[in-house]
């Protein structure tokens, strides 16, 4: 866990050292998530285990979660439901207070790399070059989305509609309710690895080691971001004025964007 503050709005940091830090898994910690309320943290492994963890003191709870038959790529929680990915091809849905199974989503034939929820709603997206829409209150598949030419590696979803990237470099947007792609985001010349969006704006990370932000409505890119100090970017987030990022530099970078340049960022060594 780390502090972050923001000492002004063309700034922002990272205390040089994690304020707690715990092991347990058995394997690599591939990914997190948190609960609204902020009372309760999930971890996913390569051991093929989820644990629960209580928040903000990181006390493991006696809660595992052991279904997956293989590692743990992607989770997120929706109402009362923690969701994981594997690379065993399914996404199971499980209570996060008792870690009891509530349904298998079955239908992807390939890895399923990542979700994203809104509401009711979880998004997976997979090697398979698909996305599939899933109802968590009862594990149905609400819609596949077929459009990418390469495997998926990231997954947004908001207000209706999915942003979705992967190997083939382009960012699509799709219509939550329709099924159809509205829009296809050029410019990335390598895997896109993380995709976000607010306020009509769309920002990718990619393995180009560049970032750009798009508008929603145009799909034009109105920012690109490039550095020396880039690897691969992994993740990005965002809100109204920053974006932060992640990746294989071994840096959070914070940049800070007007409305035609992006400004004054800062590399934090981790």
């Not at 596949?144 to 990231?154: D, E, I, K, R, Y």
């Not at 799709?174 to 306020?199: E, F, P, Y």
Request: charged share 15%.
């Amino acid at each position: 866990m780390w502090d972050i503050s923001s000492n002004s709005s063309s700034s922002s940091s990272v205390s040089p050292g994690p304020v707690k830090s715990k092991t347990v898994h058995q394997g690599s910690i591939l990914c997190l998530g948190v609960s609204e309320d902020k009372s309760i943290l999930v971890t996913g492994s390569s051991d093929s285990t989820c644990i629960v963890w209580s928040l903000p003191d990181l006390t493991p709870k006696p809660l595992v979660f052991r279904n997956h038959q293989s590692g743990i790529l992607d989770l997120c929680l929706a109402l009362q439901y923690c969701v994981s990915s594997s690379r065993d091809n399914t996404v199971r849905v499980w209570n996060h207070t008792t870690a009891k199974e509530c349904h298998s989503l079955v239908g992807h034939s390939g890895p399923v790399n990542a979700l994203d929820a809104e509401g009711p709603w979880v998004v997976s997206a997979s090697g398979d070059t698909t996305l599939r829409l899933w109802d968590v209150r009862t594990g149905e598949c609400l819609r596949t989305f077929s459009g990418h030419a390469m495997g998926l590696t990231c997954v947004k979803i908001q207000a209706s509609m999915i942003y979705s990237g992967g190997q083939d470099g382009r960012v699509k947007i799709w219509d939550q309710n329709t099924g159809m792609c509205t829009m296809t985001l050029v410019g990335h010349t390598k895997l896109i690895r993380a995709v976000t969006c607010q306020d009509g704006k769309v920002v990718s990370g990619s393995y180009d080691r560049t970032l750009r932000v798009w508008d929603a409505k145009t799909g034009k890119c109105v920012l690109r971001y490039q550095s020396e100090d880039f690897g691969w970017i992994f993740s990005v987030l965002m809100n109204r004025t920053q974006m932060i990022s992640a990746g294989q530099s071994k840096q959070i970078m914070a940049l800070d964007f007007g409305l035609n340049s992006l400004t004054n960022h800062s590399n934090i060594e981790i």
